[in-house]
């Protein structure tokens, strides 16, 4: 089993920036692949961007590409989620998420292992 914690959301103004971290524990040798979700109030989850662990490009939703960055820090199993130029309809429950086989892409239904989330809302 994998669990995940995620950190770092909060409030902030439009145009400004945040920084979510995700930890993992368990037996995080088994991950293969690593991404990050969101839900707004009323919305389906959708996807943010995915990385592969062993390392390779993130890919990222359209709505996001070029203000979010994926990164991550295999020594301390850790994953994080750079959002700049934050927008009010970025306002949602951010989830991490991994899966330990198949294709790394933006599906829900692939992940296998949530995080319980964390709030990030940008005020215009």
């Known amino acids: 089993q994998v669990q995940l914690v995620e950190s770092g959301g909060g409030s902030v103004q439009a145009g400004g920036s945040l920084r979510l971290s995700c930890g993992a524990s368990g037996y995080t040798y088994t991950i293969r692949c690593m991404g990050w979700f969101r839900q707004a109030p009323g919305k389906e989850r959708e996807g943010v961007g995915v990385?592969?662990?062993?390392?390779?490009?993130?890919y990222y939703a359209d709505s996001v590409n070029g203000r979010f960055t994926i990164s991550q820090d295999n020594a301390k199993n850790t994953l994080y989620l750079q959002m700049n130029s934050l927008k009010p309809e970025d306002t949602a429950m951010y989830y991490c998420?991994?899966?330990?086989?198949?294709?790394?892409?933006?599906?829900?239904?692939?992940?296998?292992?949530w995080g319980q989330g964390t709030q990030v809302t940008v005020s215009s």
């Open positions: 998420a991994a899966k330990s086989s198949g294709f790394c892409r933006l599906m829900l239904a692939d992940f296998s292992y």
């Open positions: 990385i592969l662990t062993g390392g390779g490009s993130a």
